[in-house]
């Protein structure tokens, strides 16, 4: 900054005074005039004041900017000079990340500030992480913009909570069936979108989603409507439950001190466990034909049917195997909540997985994590701000899409890797 | 040479405008057939109808195996190349661009591979039967790698490759569909002489050694004429020559059409000699 042409300051000058101005005009009657209830009437208080401290936070801000963007040309090079080492490093970086947050994850409960609203927040995070690794695979690898995807989470949810009610089976038991139901309802919303593409099939899904929530709303006799479903049986640990009771129940079994929080521990590395098998399934599928066949697929479907591969099958495997996932973690959300209703699958969730999936950068699941973590967790840190939260939320969404258009983590590594002779 | 592909009365109308009028050609096993004629001719529309991109408005497309023929305006497009095993490229390249170089190979090897993945479950168990079908995919994309020259770039991203290696990879791509007809079109597009002149010894290599047929879209007249067996011409739709190299050179119908028709019914000197130096010179 100490190295600036003189003649480039009348310039910079000009700019920050007329910056200075615009806010002087627009600060007299917005701030400088406010009224107060007086016992005459209403009255006007001036607070020049505070008008000049505006008007000088404007100026020099704007001062300051100016200088940062009028600053000699040679260090912006040597920054993108710099860049690609740096994130050679980062890229270094990653690999220890991962096992790094695996570790921590698994010994998170044991952590002494592991209180039961951290636990809380963890399992929503992690939940969250796993719906956009679900979604990762039909939005991220295939290509398939799905506004709906909260429709399979809600099917699994409905798949849990109805079977348990009607026909009292286990946890475990409604666990696959509800991604079997889901993956069906995936196969079954695949079909009349094949040959939609892009903002067609967003669209499509979209009204998926909303008919899903509707008949849940509307078909009172069988879901209860917007009554939901309340007592759903918690799930219980090779049979042992979480009770306070001496006999047949977890903390009997281990001779443990009943405690509110095994439940929560438990029901924390159940998630865990599933979101885990969901990023192993889906890192063992795009090294498999079919999920190459997803990326392709995504990348151009014209060449694709050049080569002979079937783009219906391909799409719809796409769609079944990303709602299955979203169905596992809905009936492991209503064993979680004990109570589900429609309002717990508006679109907004949907809009919340899918910036999950764009922000952390298409295709890639250590984004999802970061994503996840930052918007999830982000919104909860920023509880106290109240109704400033969503602002927070969305200031946050518009500042990754400024600075990282691509998504935090848009680098892409190949399926597949050999060795060739000069190239490092 | 046993003819491989026959086209029987190809017309292709899109509402009012008829794109290809009564086509009838033939190609034969191990030879270069190409297509050529001006731009709007009708040329990327018959590559289409045998790709099962579009469905001809009349006639028939049959591509001949040993006994076996099939009907290639009754398929769909991914079943022409699972089935009849044509491969194509495209006159704008599509390439897989955020994929590897190697990875746009494997996507090629798809049906095969799929089939000894168990669809999806043998190779989700990591099973071993998958694993060695998926080497030798790999060493056959090496092999095309090594043939097309691009062994260096394997793990490089296709968009980040020069205009030139794109245009080979695609046809490395569609070689390893293992085909029994390679429809390329306009693969010199864009290329310098050197590279016209690789392409053309690749081309050879493939109709020698592989024993396919190739059907060519051409515009570069260095191509054409140095490795076509037979020459198709077509204009506004229509078939106006079909021979040699050396009968379309000289037919008066090809050189009307590319150079439009002549007031005193004549090519101007000048214009005939440059004709002859260029067409001769290729």
């Not at chain 1, 600060?27 to 701030?31: D, L, Q, S, T």
């Given at each position: 900054m100490s190295v600036l042409n003189s003649e480039k300051l009348p310039p910079i000058l000009k700019d920050s005074v007329i910056t200075g101005l615009i806010t002087l005009v627009l600060?007299?009657?917005?701030?400088g005039l406010p009224t107060i209830n007086a016992t005459e009437g209403l009255q006007i208080e001036p607070r020049w004041s505070v008008v000049i401290w505006m008007v000088s936070a404007v100026f020099l801000g704007r001062l300051v900017l100016n200088f940062w963007w009028h600053r000699e040309q040679t260090s912006s090079s040597s920054t993108i000079l710099l860049n690609t080492p740096f994130l050679q490093s980062l890229q270094q970086l990653l690999k220890f990340i991962i096992p790094i947050g695996v570790l921590f994850a698994l010994i998170l409960p044991t952590m002494p500030f592991a209180s039961r609203y951290v636990m809380d927040v963890a399992i929503l995070v992690i939940t969250y992480?796993?719906?956009?690794?679900?979604?990762?695979?039909?939005?991220?690898?295939?290509?398939?913009?799905?506004?709906?995807?909260?429709?399979?989470?809600?099917?699994?949810?409905?798949?849990?909570?109805?079977?348990?009610?009607?026909?009292?089976?286990?946890?475990?038991?409604?666990?696959?069936?509800?991604?079997?139901?889901?993956?069906?309802?995936?196969?079954?919303?695949?079909?009349?979108?094949?040959?939609?593409?892009?903002?067609?099939?967003?669209?499509?899904?979209?009204?998926?989603?909303?008919?899903?929530?509707?008949?849940?709303?509307?078909?009172?006799?069988?879901?209860?409507?917007?009554?939901?479903?309340?007592?759903?049986p918690r799930p219980s640990f090779f049979g042992l439950e979480f009770k306070r009771s001496s006999e047949g129940t977890f903390s009997s079994f281990f001779g443990l001190d009943y405690s509110s929080m095994h439940r929560i521990i438990f029901l924390y590395y159940l998630i865990l466990a599933l979101a885990l098998l969901t990023n192993f399934i889906t890192l063992r599928l795009r090294k498999l034909p079919v999920g190459r066949a997803w990326e392709a697929l995504r990348e151009d479907e014209i060449a694709c049917r050049s080569l002979g591969i079937n783009p219906t099958n391909t799409k719809l495997t796409a769609f079944a195997i990303g709602a299955t996932f979203g169905g596992l973690a809905g009936s492991f959300f209503a064993t979680r909540q004990g109570f589900i209703s429609p309002e717990s699958f508006t679109f907004i969730e949907s809009a919340v997985i899918l910036a999950i999936v764009v922000l952390g950068g298409m295709g890639s699941q250590i984004g999802v994590v970061l994503a996840s973590v930052v918007l999830i967790g982000g919104t909860e840190l920023f509880r106290e701000l109240e109704e400033y939260r969503m602002l927070a939320f969305g200031a946050l969404m518009v500042g990754i899409m400024v600075w990282k258009p691509r998504g935090l983590l848009a680098h892409r590594e190949p399926t597949i890797r050999i060795k060739t002779e000069g190239s490092s | 040479m046993s003819t491989l592909l026959a086209v029987n009365h190809l017309t292709m109308r899109f509402g009012g405008l008829t794109a290809i009028d009564d086509v009838s050609f033939a190609a034969k096993n191990e030879e270069i057939t190409a297509i050529i004629g001006p731009n709007g001719a009708g040329k990327t529309t018959v590559f289409n109808c045998l790709t099962g991109f579009y469905k001809p408005t009349v006639g028939e497309l049959l591509l001949h195996e040993g006994a076996l023929t099939h009907r290639l305006e009754r398929l769909e497009d991914f079943v022409v190349a699972q089935k009849a095993r044509v491969a194509r490229t495209f006159q704008n390249i599509r390439l897989f661009p955020a994929m590897s170089v190697l990875e746009?190979?494997?996507?090629?090897?798809?049906?095969?591979?799929?089939?000894?993945?168990?669809?999806?479950?043998?190779?989700?168990?990591?099973?071993?039967?998958?694993?060695?079908?998926?080497?030798?995919?790999?060493?056959?994309?090496?092999?095309?790698?090594?043939?097309?020259?691009?062994?260096?770039?394997?793990?490089?991203?296709?968009?980040?490759?020069?205009?030139?290696?794109?245009?080979?990879?695609?046809?490395?791509?569609?070689?390893?569909?293992?085909?029994?007809?390679?429809?390329?079109?306009?693969p010199a597009a864009g290329m310098n002489p050197k590279e016209s002149a690789e392409l053309n010894s690749l081309l050879q290599f493939i109709q020698n050694e592989h024993k396919i047929g190739v059907l060519l879209i051409e515009h570069d007249m260095s191509v054409v004429m140095e490795i076509s067996d037979h020459i198709i011409v077509l204009d506004y739709g229509r078939k106006i020559a079909e021979g040699s190299p050396e009968q379309v050179r000289n037919d008066p119908a090809v050189i009307r059409a590319y150079l439009g028709e002549d007031e005193d019914e004549e090519l101007p000197p000048e214009v005939a000699a440059d004709l002859q130096r260029e067409t001769s010179h290729g």
């Open positions: 600060a007299v009657p917005i701030v992480i796993m719906l956009g690794w679900g979604l990762n695979i039909v939005v991220g690898l295939a290509g398939l913009l799905d506004l709906g995807y909260v429709a399979f989470y809600a099917i699994g949810a409905y798949s849990y909570a109805l079977l348990a009610n009607y026909f009292d089976w286990s946890f475990w038991i409604c666990l696959p069936l509800a991604g079997v139901f889901a993956a069906i309802s995936g196969i079954l919303l695949g079909f009349p979108v094949l040959r939609l593409r892009g903002d067609y099939l967003a669209i499509v899904t979209l009204g998926f989603g909303e008919i899903i929530r509707v008949i849940l709303l509307n078909w009172y006799e069988f879901t209860g409507g917007p009554d939901g479903i309340s007592g759903i | 746009n190979l494997l996507v090629a090897q798809h049906n095969k591979l799929m089939l000894a993945s168990g669809w999806t479950i043998k190779g989700l168990l990591g099973l071993h039967s998958y694993k060695k079908e998926e080497t030798q995919a790999i060493e056959l994309a090496k092999y095309w790698l090594d043939k097309t020259n691009l062994t260096k770039r394997a793990n490089d991203n296709a968009s980040d490759l020069p205009y030139g290696d794109q245009r080979r990879l695609e046809i490395a791509r569609a070689m390893c569909t293992d085909p029994r007809m390679l429809c390329l079109d306009e």
